[in-house]
């Protein structure tokens, strides 16, 4: 595997472990962060986001998600063949993720009676399930999501300051837009968990939701191909 890759599946499996762990910190029963609240998840999905970044972003890019992967390679910023390997190492770097997760609060599952809060450590959900407002919903926080990468791209600034930008833009994203269905914005991050819910023998788990799994798969997709070919046609 090459260092591009690895760098992907690491920098995947990290965004998800502390994404992700934040959200069991709050929801999880008899854990110390019980019900810390939206802007403890927030802030922790926003350093999940940006560590990793300024870890990789010089090895690999630091895409950690097939949204934004697929948006480059449509305006010509990355090239098609290397898609299909990024977005594998992005799935598997969150299916690691979220085992790492389950290991880390592996006593707080059987003491947490919550099937729907257990769920929403792995995956999103809505918070009214209207298939098409999630929908416009998951792409409009996607859209800001790349649109704004592209843009942070076009400015000099000193190395490291670009990544906080985008810690900054995650956090403003969950606060913002996060409200209505948790703001996936990425493919691999809903679905690498969701398929880790799935297999993983959670106590007392419910069902993984598959019938709302299309939404964070592929509205992040439209969003973000949406955003690249906006910013190429004004900018």
Same mark, same amino acid.
């Given at each position: 595997?090459?260092?591009?890759?690895?760098?992907?599946?690491?920098g995947t499996m990290i965004l998800i472990l502390l994404g992700d762990g934040v959200v069991a910190?709050?929801?999880?029963?008899?854990?110390?962060?019980?019900?810390?609240?939206?802007?403890?998840?927030?802030?922790?999905?926003?350093?999940?986001?940006?560590?990793?970044?300024?870890?990789?972003?010089?090895?690999?890019?630091?895409?950690?998600?097939?949204?934004?992967?697929?948006?480059?390679?449509?305006?010509?910023?990355?090239?098609?063949?290397?898609?299909?390997?990024?977005?594998?190492?992005?799935?598997?770097?969150?299916?690691?993720?979220?085992?790492?997760?389950?290991?880390?609060?592996?006593?707080?599952?059987?003491?947490?009676?919550?099937?729907?809060?257990?769920?929403?450590?792995?995956?999103?959900?809505?918070?009214?399930?209207?298939?098409?407002?999630?929908?416009?919903?998951?792409? =409009?926080? @996607? /859209? &800001?999501?790349?649109?704004? *990468? !592209?843009?942070? #791209?076009?400015?000099?600034?000193?190395?490291? =300051?670009? @990544? /906080? &930008?985008?810690?900054?833009? *995650? !956090?403003?994203? #969950?606060?913002?837009?996060?409200?209505?269905?948790?703001?996936?914005?990425?493919?691999?991050?809903?679905?690498g968990p969701r398929i880790m819910h799935a297999i993983l023998p959670i106590a007392g788990k419910?069902?993984?939701?598959?019938?709302?799994?299309?939404?964070?798969?592929?509205?992040?997709?439209?969003?973000?191909?949406?955003?690249?070919?906006?910013?190429?046609?004004?900018?």
């Amino acid at each position: 595997m090459s260092t591009k890759l690895l760098a992907e599946f690491f920098g995947t499996m990290i965004l998800i472990l502390l994404g992700d762990g934040v959200v069991a910190a709050v929801v999880l029963n008899k854990s110390k962060a019980q019900n810390g609240g939206w802007m403890v998840v927030a802030s922790g999905w926003a350093m999940g986001v940006m560590v990793p970044a300024f870890i990789f972003g010089a090895i690999s890019g630091a895409h950690f998600n097939p949204a934004l992967t697929i948006a480059l390679a449509f305006i010509g910023k990355f090239p098609w063949a290397e898609v299909p390997g990024y977005v594998i190492a992005q799935m598997l770097g969150a299916m690691a993720g979220a085992t790492l997760v389950y290991l880390a609060y592996l006593d707080h599952w059987k003491v947490t009676d919550d099937k729907a809060g257990k769920l929403a450590v792995f995956c999103t959900g809505p918070a009214i399930r209207n298939y098409s407002s999630n929908f416009i919903t998951e792409v =409009i926080g @996607t /859209f &800001v999501l790349v649109f704004v *990468i !592209l843009g942070i #791209g076009n400015v000099k600034a000193a190395d490291g =300051i670009p @990544t /906080f &930008v985008v810690g900054g833009l *995650i !956090l403003a994203l #969950g606060l913002s837009l996060g409200g209505p269905t948790g703001y996936a914005i990425n493919p691999a991050r809903d679905l690498g968990p969701r398929i880790m819910h799935a297999i993983l023998p959670i106590a007392g788990k419910g069902g993984s939701d598959w019938a709302y799994a299309w939404i964070p798969v592929l509205a992040p997709v439209v969003g973000g191909v949406m955003a690249a070919l906006v910013w190429v046609a004004v900018f």
